[in-house]
């Protein structure tokens, strides 16, 4: 049976690109080198999901996770964030922009789920929500 690798080894892998002996052109990228790459790869993902092909989806999606675990790395090694900052703020957000799921608000459409995002998130925008 062939090898299936973790979240955690997928994280260590990044790393070991981005170290001082890894790859020298995951080393030299930066946030605005990797933009084309973003743009690129996110166009990928919904040529697949058009084409109704998940093989290629799971594979694009693999590269788009790269980019986001490639943007975290990179801003880690800045102390900037880390990609546990990234799954904390996504994870608060979810739940927060979800008060229908998570609290005791009702949404039985995906319409009423839609307007409870969106209300959400002008509140949080107006600086009234945190």
Not at 23 to 42: F, G, N, V, Y
Not at 66 to 73: D, E, I, R
Not at 79 to 94: G, N
Not at 102 to 114: C, R, V, W, Y
């Amino acid at each position: 049976m062939e090898k299936r690798y973790s979240y955690e080894e997928l994280l260590s892998i990044v790393a070991e690109l981005r170290s001082d002996h890894g790859c020298p052109w995951d080393k030299a990228q930066t946030h605005e080198s990797m933009i084309k790459c973003l743009r690129e790869e996110s166009e990928e993902v919904i040529q697949a999901i058009e084409n109704n092909d998940d093989e290629n989806l799971c594979e694009e999606l693999g590269d788009v996770l790269l980019q986001v675990l490639m943007h975290s790395q990179i801003a880690a090694e800045d102390k900037r964030f880390t990609i546990e900052d990234v799954v904390d703020m996504l994870a608060k957000k979810l739940v927060r922009r979800h008060p229908h799921v998570f609290g005791d608000q009702k949404a039985l459409t995906p319409e009423e789920g839609l307007a409870s995002w969106e209300a959400v998130k002008r509140q949080e925008k107006e600086g009234r929500i945190s």
